[in-house]
């Protein structure tokens, strides 16, 4: 009974402390690295730890809170979301929160998976780390293109990359963000994730 009241307690102390990290990290310039188009987001290393060390609903939560975040970002903070808040404010919702909470729940399902896979289990970690990234850009740009791709500030886009379809699209406009995503999100957050579970299992 004391294990289990202390295990609660880590587990709310640890949720309280990377929704703290995230929240800091969608209001200051840390969290963001503005570009053209697509957004370098680190937030993506906070919820792959908590998907990864708390498991899959914590995973969605973080993920909500960094959903929610990025769509408050569209409210004047971010010109490219604020574009698309324009064209549909529901469309921009789900392309902001809902691929979000759909990326940290799966980060921590696959970790379970890997964990239970004995080729895979000793750097069950570090894929359930790379695979947040590769989710978070399939999901927000999967969706991005399926509400927004045939809209006129998207095809503008589009031409001026020389872009003749979605696939292509969608491979000029993550370019090197979504490498840089993955592999930030590989490094530290592989590292943070290893820390935390060693300490969790020690208590």
């Given at each position: 009974m004391e294990n289990n009241k202390k295990m609660n307690t880590m587990y709310m102390v640890e949720m309280a402390l990377l929704i703290a990290i995230i929240l800091i990290m969608a209001f200051t310039p840390i969290g963001y690295i503005r570009t053209f188009g697509l957004e370098i987001t680190l937030i993506v290393v906070p919820v792959a730890v908590g998907a990864v060390t708390l498991g899959p609903t914590a995973g969605a939560?973080?993920?909500?809170?960094?959903?929610?975040?990025?769509?408050?970002?569209?409210?004047?903070?971010?010109?490219?979301?604020?574009?698309?808040?324009?064209?549909?404010?529901?469309?921009?919702?789900?392309?902001?929160?809902?691929?979000?909470?759909?990326?940290?729940?799966?980060?921590g399902l696959l970790y379970k998976i890997f964990q239970k896979s004995n080729p895979l289990k000793k750097i069950s970690v570090m894929l359930a780390n790379l695979c947040c990234p590769i989710l978070n850009t399939l999901f927000f740009m999967g969706t991005l293109t399926l509400f927004f791709y045939r809209t006129e500030y998207i095809q503008g886009i589009a031409q001026s990359m020389g872009a003749g379809n979605p696939f292509i699209f969608v491979i000029l406009f993550v370019g090197v963000n979504g490498v840089v995503e993955a592999v930030a999100c590989f490094v530290a957050g592989s590292a943070i994730s290893q820390a935390l579970k060693k300490v969790v299992k020690r208590n």
């Open positions: 939560v973080l993920g909500a809170v960094f959903g929610i975040t990025s769509f408050i970002q569209c409210f004047g903070m971010s010109p490219f979301g604020a574009v698309l808040l324009s064209i549909n404010p529901i469309y921009t919702f789900i392309v902001c929160v809902l691929s979000r909470i759909l990326m940290g729940g799966l980060t």
